[in-house]
């Protein structure tokens, strides 16, 4: 081969190599992000995140680089995660559910800025912002923020904080926001209340049709964005959400992946309103007691109990006895499915009643009976509505009636 030939030659190779023509050789010289991939079945599995979008995952272990599609695959966790740098002070919510960690809000309706948690500011239009919370909760104020964000309204809301940590309402216009403190149009007169006298703010929004996302991306800061597409190749990621144009971050302010959540929500992350067990006649003494431990509860699969907000995949709603448990559904969520099944706790048999009501109107009423092991419920709810599950027997004693709901999950 003469010399000319040889130039061509190496040339071609540079262009076919910097063109991307041979991304397995590429893809070697990329870093690649540490992870664990939770498929929808069988272990977490270790290993590199090499790409994932919407709907496929490229995923490297020891054994080689495999594709998952995204229908089989509930989280993906990333391991190399950067140290939070303090505490981000605000939580801005958004239309489509989405929960954004920052240090500042500032602007008017047609146009926010929004100060993340990472230093970075972020361009909001309008229409998209949906609360403001301003400070860190207690169980009770949670609770309060939670039915606040669920009432009804025809305004413009802020939520004050008087003393004793009791909530109020005031309805009106939210003018604009800056140097943490809100202008409040209250009947024509606008007030400045400082961000210290409130729980939060809630704009009004009407109901409408909204793009239903494929993924939530989970921050280490604790938010969480769901985006309509995303891309992830190395160490960086690029996504679209409700806020519009697409942003580029890199890996390390990233938590988690969860392909779930968009379409399906486990009901062990959402808050439990109420737990109640149904008294027997034979209940004495430290009656308070009893009821504590009959009540229904989440337990892990290796029967640990545990609070809600765990982010487990596998945790099964437990009713050691007759009670109930009432939850309120998520916005944008409406069916309930789960399988429930009998403790097998030898011949200790009832026929079990399996009833579910929401807001006051029966939506099922099935029964387990005595030579059944198992029944399977999926039943259509209504968003913002209380649900309470209820199991019972028409024994006195209601023994034999311990039943645990199997992974109980809301989809859309």
């Known amino acids: 081969m003469n010399k000319r030939s040889l130039l061509w030659t190496s040339l071609a190779w540079w262009i076919l190599l910097v063109c991307g023509v ?10 690649e992000t540490a992870a664990r991939l939770v498929p929808v079945e069988g272990d977490a599995i270790d290993g590199n995140l090499v790409r994932a979008d919407e709907q496929k995952i490229r995923f490297r272990t020891a054994d080689g680089t495999s594709e998952w599609a995204s229908q089989q695959v509930l989280r993906i966790d990333v391991v190399s995660k950067a140290a939070r740098s303090g505490v981000a002070p605000l939580e801005l919510g958004l239309l489509d559910g989405s929960r954004l960690k920052g240090m500042k809000l500032v602007g008017k309706e047609q146009a926010w800025q929004f100060g993340d948690s990472s230093g970075g ?8 912002v949906k609360s403001l919370l301003v400070r860190n909760l207690n169980r009770e104020l949670a609770q309060a923020w939670s039915d606040a964000l669920q009432e009804p309204a025809e305004t413009d809301s802020l939520i004050l ?23 409040f149009d209250l009947d024509g007169q606008v007030i400045d209340v400082a961000f210290d006298k409130l729980v939060g703010m809630i704009w009004f929004r009407k109901p409408q049709d909204r793009i239903k996302p494929n993924v939530e991306i989970q921050f280490i800061d604790g938010g969480a964005l769901l985006v309509e597409a995303f891309v992830v190749e190395g160490t960086q990621i690029t996504y679209r959400s409700i806020l519009g144009k697409g942003v580029s971050q890199p890996m390390s302010r990233v938590a988690s992946f969860n392909y779930a959540s968009a379409n399906l929500k486990w009901l062990a992350d959402i808050p439990m309103l109420e737990s109640v067990a149904q008294r027997r006649m034979d209940w004495k003494g430290a009656a308070g007691s009893v009821d504590k431990v009959l ?35 998520p ?29 006051g109107e ?20 209504t968003s913002g509505k209380k649900v309470t599950l209820i199991v019972g027997s028409e024994g006195r004693m209601q023994i034999g009636t311990e039943v645990t ?7 859309r």
């Open 121 to 128: 500011m972020i361009e909001i239009g309008p229409g998209v």
């Open 331 to 359: 916005e944008g969520f409406s069916k309930l499915k789960a399988r429930i099944e009998r403790s097998g706790r030898g011949e200790l048999r009832s026929e079990v009643m399996i009833e579910v009501v929401q807001d």
């Open 405 to 411: 709901w199997k992974q109980p999950r809301l989809l």
């Open 22 to 31: 041979f991304p397995a050789f590429a893809q070697d010289q990329t870093s």
């Open 161 to 183: 904080l008087r003393p004793g940590d009791t909530v109020d309402r005031i309805g009106g216009i939210i003018s604009e926001v800056k140097d943490g403190k809100v202008a």
């Open 295 to 329: 009540a229904p509860r989440f337990v892990s699969s290796g029967g640990t109990d545990v609070g809600s907000q765990s982010n487990a995949e596998d945790l099964d709603l437990v009713f050691p006895s007759a009670g109930s448990m009432t939850f309120r559904v």
């Open 362 to 381: 029966r939506l099922a009423l099935t029964k387990l009976e005595t030579s059944q092991e198992a029944l399977d419920i999926e039943l259509s709810l």
